[in-house]
């Protein structure tokens, strides 16, 4: 409502602005351990927040589900993917629930993800998103030019360094890079020294640049789909999409993503990824 008094003051349409509102709280719950007001007050902000936009003809999206937190905690592709889906699953339940209609429901959700280093994983990763979140739409019932997934990826923060901090700059075009050819609509490309530092005017142009060059000399915006047809692409994004759809059913029949978080079955199994790859790390087994 404050957003729209504004838009209004400034005689800006709102439907001649794009953007979205990252309003998840279950990422919040996971992060600060608790929620500032109830999760039926949310919601409720959450449904009005989305009818405006929708009688404001605004392209806004204002369902935002977050799996950077996943990634940024250690989670694998699989687990990332899968507690992704469960969450917005759920937040689609709770806005029918609330008298949306499917379809308007459906058009308001953005996902954003982590992207890692593993740079053929994390093509697959957003392929596989894109077909389990067209499978999970269709048993909603919402008309297929409505199923399309609106992903937003961020740089990842687990593997960046403090004591080679340039290095960051190559993990986070690869990164990009990846993210762009797995077909993200949005990117963010972090500055090198963002997990340590406040970033300066330096490191904020070349986390810029990272993205005009990859545009402007790589030409990547010009490719529908660079990974299509790839043999190993395929075979990895069916694996990841078998995997995370059987993750997302014991979530379910665990009662849902809330409930999985209240007895600490997603936190522990990210803990135990998580170990492994730090281990990893340390005797070299990764890069």
């Not at 949306?100 to 993800?113: E, H, V």
């Not at 990824?273 to 730090?278: G, H, I, L, R, S």
């Amino acid at each position: 409502l404050l957003f729209k008094a504004y838009a209004d003051e400034t005689r800006i349409s709102l439907m001649n602005i794009k953007g979205s509102i990252t309003s998840d709280p279950y990422d919040y719950l996971l992060t600060k351990g608790e929620l500032p007001i109830s999760l039926n007050q949310i919601f409720d902000e959450m449904k009005l927040s989305t009818e405006l936009m929708i009688k404001s003809n605004s392209a806004i999206k204002t369902i935002g589900i977050n799996g950077f937190g996943f990634n940024n905690s250690g989670a694998s592709a699989v687990q990332e993917l899968a507690f992704t889906l469960a969450t917005a699953v759920e937040y689609l339940n709770e806005m029918i629930s609330r008298g949306l209609k499917d379809d308007d429901a459906a058009k308001r959700i953005k996902f954003s993800f982590g992207v890692g280093s593993f740079y053929f994983m994390e093509v697959a990763k957003l392929r596989a998103a894109r077909m389990l979140w067209s499978k999970i739409l269709d048993a909603f019932e919402v008309a297929e030019q409505n199923r399309r997934m609106f992903i937003h990826c961020k740089a990842t923060g687990f593997n960046q360094t403090y004591f080679d901090p340039y290095v960051n700059m190559l993990r986070t075009t690869t990164e990009a890079f990846s993210a762009i050819v797995g077909g993200a609509d949005s990117i963010h490309t972090n500055p090198f020294d963002e997990s340590f530092n406040p970033s300066d005017n330096f490191s904020r142009r070349i986390a810029r640049n990272t993205q005009i060059i990859l545009k402007e000399e790589s030409h990547l915006d010009q490719v529908i789909d660079p990974a299509g047809g790839s043999y190993f692409v395929e075979k990895l994004t069916d694996d990841i999409a078998n995997g995370a759809w059987k993750l997302f059913q014991t979530v379910e029949e665990k009662g849902g993503m809330l409930k999985a978080i209240q007895s600490g079955f997603v936190q522990e199994e990210i803990n135990k990824v998580a170990e492994v790859k730090k281990k990893d790390f340390a005797k070299r087994k990764s890069v």
